[in-house]
């Protein structure tokens, strides 16, 4: 490994933009903080930070630490999104989007490639079919799920 072209990386890349891409539209087009922008780039941040951490040597370095570490900054971006307005707490799913990307990224950046892509898509599963059922059941659609006030 040294600075010569690595098609290694250039395959997570691509990976990671169009994994972040479709988790992100699917945000982008509901209105929601974490867009497309911002999905690809925390998909695309954690495969490279979970690459480079799997090319660490030393006899005190442990590469499964750059998951923990990842998980634990996610937490902090993910927690600027949440607001607390007149007594309801929002942007929870969108925080729960950009930790399940940083999953999706560390999947990319272990060449778990079908993982991640999988992934992706039971995503906006979850959150297109969620939303599917609130609309049908209104027993769904009660206090911070109300969608009367937006």
């Not at 699917?26 to 695309?44: D, F, N, Y």
């Not at 799997?54 to 998980?71: E, H, I, N, Y």
Request: with cysteine.
């Amino acid at each position: 490994m040294g600075d010569g072209v690595d098609t290694g990386f250039f395959v997570r890349a691509a990976v990671a933009v169009v994994c972040g891409a479709i988790v992100g539209f699917e945000r982008q087009l509901r209105g929601k903080p974490a867009g497309i922008r911002t999905s690809t780039l925390v998909c695309l941040g954690t495969a490279l930070f979970v690459y480079l951490g799997m090319f660490s040597q030393g006899p005190s370095v442990d590469p499964t630490r750059v998951l923990a570490q990842v998980a634990t900054g996610v937490g902090f971006l993910g927690a600027g999104v949440i607001l607390n307005r007149e007594g309801l707490v929002k942007g929870v799913t969108s925080a729960a989007c950009i930790w399940i990307l940083a999953a999706i990224g560390a999947a990319i950046g272990m060449e778990r490639y079908a993982l991640a892509i999988a992934t992706s898509v039971v995503t906006v599963s979850v959150l297109v079919g969620v939303e599917w059922l609130e609309k049908g059941f209104k027993a769904l659609r009660r206090g911070v799920h109300s969608h009367e006030s937006h």
